[in-house]
Every structure is written in structure tokens, then in C-alpha cells.
């Protein structure tokens, strides 16, 4: 499904969006967001490091297991081990995944002022509360939903969906 935003500048800029494949584009071209510009520019050394050692402690631990509980380790075996191994990594960013999803539904529900309901998963109430507290920390007030933002210069886009402001009027954060 597609949503069309018009801008004003020197002249209409129609920002295309598509829902399906979350894309933006403008003049039929794609653009990129600021967020996926600034990601690419951050240096994750860690993040390569998770993404060995995870498959390796996983492999490590269903052996284990195996040895501990006096289980005979065959071919097969080792196999279903190592492919259970290789998709913890995988499985750990879906759920990751979801869990952002999930929180980012309660913030947009939370900014509508909708009633929140109440969560079970111990990550999503920990992302919900860390949210909750930097939220009331900053004394924002919505004034703004569904702002698009367009750079012509860097063809990027900033897809900030709320303009909120300081209530003492100091700043503006676009989330």
C-alpha cells in the first residue's frame, strides 16, 4: 500500500511511501532515510564478535549437554547440533526485532493516547519503562504527528512520525 506525502518547499515535493516494503521515494526514485546513512557510518566491532561467539557457546552448550547426560553424539547428531547452533544468532535478531516492533506500537499507541495495554514479555516492559522514564525526563509535549522531513540536497529522507516540545518551548524532538 502506498501513502503519498506532499511537502512545500521552493516547489511540491510528493514523498512516496511505500508500506510493503517500508520504502520512501521521491520522483520515483528511492530515497534513503538519515537513520540508514548514519548506521553505515557506525563501526560495530562487537557486533562481529556476537555473531561468531553466539553459534559457537550454543554449539558448545548442546554438546555439553549431550556429554553430561551420558547421550551418544553420531553424525546426525552433530549436525542437528550445528544447525541449531548457527540460527541462535538469527533467531536472537527476529526477536530483537519484535520486540522493537512491539514497543514502537505502544509509543505510537501511547502518543495517540491510546490506552496501553498491559505486557507480559519481561523485554518489552523493560524497553516500555526505559521509554516511559526518558519520556518524562524530557517534559515533551506532542504537537506534531506524522511529520516528514526531506532533504533534496542529500536525497535522504527523516522519517520522524512525532514533532514533540520541550513544554518550557527550549526544543523540539522529532521521534
Known sequence: ?????????????????????HRYYVDGKEVISATTIIDRGLIKPNLLKWMINT?????KDLINSKLDNKEPIDRAGLE??????????NNL??????IGSVVHGLIE????????????DP??????????????EQGYEVIEIEKKLFSKKHNC????KYCAENKNNEEFCYI
Open 1 to 21: 500500500m502506498w501513502k503519498k506525502y506532499p511537502l512545500k518547499y521552493k516547489e511540491e515535493t510528493i514523498v512516496s511511501f511505500n508500506e510493503d516494503e
Open 55 to 59: 553459534p559457537m557457546y550454543k554449539f
Open 80 to 89: 542437528r547440533m550445528f544447525k541449531e547452533a548457527r540460527s541462535k544468532t
Open 93 to 98: 535478531k527476529e526477536d530483537g526485532a519484535l
Open 109 to 120: 499507541d501511547f502518543i495517540h493516547k491510546k490506552e496501553i495495554p498491559t505486557q507480559s
Open 123 to 136: 523485554k518489552v516492559i523493560n524497553c516500555w519503562n526505559m521509554f516511559l522514564d526518558w519520556w518524562n
Open 157 to 160: 529522507h527523516v522519517p520522524h
